[in-house]
């Protein structure tokens, strides 16, 4: 949830700023592979430090496109397993395939830099 620093290490969400609490707004610049920054401003939905993060993006209204993603954490071994999933909503995602499947690309590359650097 430290935010500021993606920059430093997250090839997908590479900017990011706000706080991992419920009810706040965040300021995420994601760039999918190949594909052109975006920056959107989601609304954490949970928030439970060392857990669960879990945010909801909408595009004027839920009906057209919305997006939910979240963070998992969970005890495994002497390690940590980490979840991530992705709701897509709206009317709007029939026609983002491209789009949709460059973000999942996007949280793959996030996935590996984050083993990299724990490991």
Same mark, same amino acid.
């Given at each position: 949830?430290?935010f500021e620093s993606y920059d430093e290490w997250n090839p997908?969400?590479?900017? *990011?700023?706000?706080?991992?609490?419920?009810?706040?707004?965040?300021? =995420?610049?994601? +760039?999918?592979? *190949?594909?052109?920054?975006?920056?959107?401003?989601?609304?954490?939905?949970v928030a439970e430090p060392g857990r669960h993060l879990q945010? =909801? *993006?909408?595009?004027?209204?839920?009906?057209l496109f919305g997006g939910r993603h979240e963070f998992i =954490?969970?005890?495994?071994?002497?390690?940590?397993?980490?979840? +991530?999933?992705?709701?897509?909503?709206?009317?709007?995602?029939?026609?983002?395939?491209?789009?949709?499947?460059?973000?999942?690309?996007?949280?793959?590359?996030?996935?590996?830099?984050?083993?990299?650097?724990? *490991?």
């Amino acid at each position: 949830v430290d935010f500021e620093s993606y920059d430093e290490w997250n090839p997908f969400i590479r900017k *990011g700023a706000g706080e991992a609490a419920a009810g706040s707004e965040l300021t =995420l610049e994601i +760039q999918p592979p *190949g594909g052109k920054a975006m920056t959107h401003h989601p609304t954490v939905t949970v928030a439970e430090p060392g857990r669960h993060l879990q945010w =909801l *993006g909408v595009a004027r209204t839920p009906l057209l496109f919305g997006g939910r993603h979240e963070f998992i =954490l969970e005890s495994e071994g002497e390690g940590t397993k980490l979840r +991530q999933r992705e709701y897509f909503t709206g009317v709007a995602v029939l026609f983002l395939t491209k789009t949709l499947r460059r973000t999942e690309e996007g949280f793959h590359a996030l996935n590996l830099a984050l083993r990299r650097g724990c *490991g």
